[in-house]
């Protein structure tokens, strides 16, 4: 049983492709123009890491913003369920989930059984975004990298006084002009974006234990500063905290081809 889930981002797009319920490739990427052509290409990578082809799979589900724009496909689900099913699934103990991704941020509650009881989503502002860290960064001329492994390097407390990435933004180069050391500029950022965030997980009251994805779960810094503004300490991540949707989709691929098959 070969199946694969794809979830198309605003950013970036992510494949997961399991065999008989075992993760055999994943695939991460910055998106093309067209939703359907980030599918094709990151299935295409997915696919180049094992001996399959787009023949070999026996299911597919698409989840993201861009999901309903891609014809190939054999179906579609919510992010909100892709992202839930997938942390389930990595660990049955998860019950909150904190997902960070580049244009959303979303806080999910799981029951037992991996069922989705609760959610808050924010996509209107980029303050609680990974778009947030990526615009600070075009600023400070660094990538992202840069940014998670300068910030831990702080040494003095320092926090921003605005939230709104524009008025942030201005507020970053006056800081840099009056001689502050990029890492507590960094440092700030960082408490920035994971105090907006965690306003939103707190608004759906956290329950333990918690896994936080997301692309922006790789910035060492805004982890460290949303577990303390969270006032608990994050699930490891099995696998890339980035694929957690696509996982979720895989999963329900494979639920989807045992329930046909079943009813046959």
Request: aromatic fraction near 6%; charge should be negative.
């Amino acid at each position: 049983m070969i199946v694969a889930g794809c979830d198309i981002g605003s950013l970036t797009a992510k494949a997961v492709i399991l065999n008989n319920g075992e993760v055999v490739s994943t695939a991460v990427s910055k998106v093309c123009p067209k939703p359907e052509d980030s599918a094709k290409m990151i299935m295409n990578l997915a696919l180049q890491n094992t001996d399959l082809t787009m023949e070999n799979l026996d299911y597919s589900v698409g989840t993201g913003y861009g999901k309903d724009q891609i014809s190939f496909f054999d179906r579609t689900e919510s992010e909100i369920s892709c992202h839930g099913k997938g942390a389930w699934m990595s660990d049955n103990s998860v019950r909150t989930i904190v997902d960070i991704g580049g244009q959303d941020a979303k806080s999910i509650k799981l029951d037992e059984q991996g069922n989705v009881t609760r959610f808050m989503y924010n996509d209107k502002c980029a303050s609680g975004t990974g778009r947030f860290i990526e615009i600070m960064a075009e600023a400070l001329e660094l990538d992202l990298a840069e940014i998670s492994s300068i910030g831990q390097q702080s040494k003095k407390e320092l926090r921003l006084s605005n939230q709104c990435v524009v008025f942030a933004e201005t507020e970053v180069i006056s800081l840099i002009n009056e001689g502050y050391e990029l890492p507590d500029i960094i440092n700030g950022l960082n408490f920035a974006l994971a105090s907006r965030v965690a306003a939103l997980a707190k608004s759906i009251i956290v329950e333990e234990n918690v896994l936080m994805t997301g692309g922006v779960a790789k910035n060492r810094g805004v982890f460290k500063m949303l577990e303390q503004a969270l006032g608990v300490s994050f699930l490891t991540n099995k696998l890339d905290p980035q694929i957690n949707g696509a996982l979720g989709a895989a999963y329900y691929a494979e639920e989807a081809l045992q329930q046909s098959t079943f009813s046959q």
